[in-house]
């Protein structure tokens, strides 16, 4: 019962360089986010999906991208990584319309280190 | 627009005694709130939720009313345990089933000492 898999797990970056956080689900959920946790600021959400084709910007959006071709994926992209963006970064699924006020579901985070 | 307020840590008991963590929103509307517990080195997992006002939830001797007329949801537990050593976060939906994500007070670092 996978749920929601994040990878990689840890990863250090120089600043400039770009790369991509992985999200996959297995439940077949609408509604996907990405969140960012930094020490004493709990956590901020990036960008949010309800459905394949369908993104939109949350709290903090700057300088990460986010698509959703497909209902299980929802990758988060740095398109050019600066020391700011040095945290811990989480995905979430939750089951979608219809479903009433469920909750979301956590992936185990990846640990992200700017250079 | 929306926020969560809770108390600040870390917040260091003895074993056996009472806890409460407070947390205080402001939303618009009616919400739905949560309570997520966070392991050293984990993700977030689901501790207990309320939908409506007035709705208690309740999980693994922990509990929290939805108090819409103090726009609180505070955290109770009769007898903390050091396994309930962890950060809680207070959490709130706007929509229904979280489609636009939820909003995250800062986190409580609860430490439980034998």
């Known amino acids: 019962n996978a749920g929601v898999t994040q990878t990689p797990k840890f990863q250090v970056l120089k600043t400039g360089q770009s790369m991509t956080l992985q999200c996959a689900q297995d439940?077949?959920?609408?509604?996907m986010s990405w969140y960012r946790q930094d020490p004493g600021m709990g956590l901020r959400l990036i960008h949010y999906?309800?459905?394949?084709?369908?993104?939109d910007q949350g709290e903090v959006p700057n300088g990460y991208n986010v698509s959703r071709s497909t209902t299980e994926d929802f990758p988060l992209r740095l398109l050019s990584a600066a020391p700011s963006q040095t945290s811990v970064y989480f995905c979430?699924?939750?089951?979608?319309?219809?479903?009433?006020?469920?909750?979301?579901?956590f992936g185990d985070g990846t640990r992200l280190s700017i250079l | 627009g929306n926020s969560v307020t809770q108390m600040e840590g870390p917040v260091t008991l003895s074993e056996e005694a009472f806890l409460t963590i407070n947390c205080t929103y402001t939303?618009?509307?009616?919400?739905?709130l949560f309570w997520y517990v966070q392991y050293p080195g984990e993700g977030l997992q689901l501790l207990l939720k309320?939908?409506?006002?007035?709705d208690k939830g309740s999980n693994k001797g922990f509990e929290a009313t939805y108090r819409k007329e103090t726009t609180s949801f505070h955290l109770e537990k009769g007898s903390v345990q050091v396994s309930d050593s962890a950060v809680y976060f207070c959490?709130?939906?706007?929509?229904?089933?979280?489609?636009?994500?939820?909003?995250f007070g800062k986190g409580t670092h609860l430490i439980i000492q034998p």
């Open positions: 309320a939908t409506k006002a007035d």
């Open positions: 999906s309800v459905g394949a084709g369908i993104t």
């Open positions: 439940m077949n959920h609408e509604y």
């Open positions: 959490a709130l939906s706007k929509t229904g089933g979280g489609a636009d994500g939820l909003t």
């Open positions: 979430a699924s939750s089951p979608g319309t219809g479903y009433g006020n469920q909750p979301q579901h």
């Open positions: 939303a618009t509307g009616y919400p739905s």
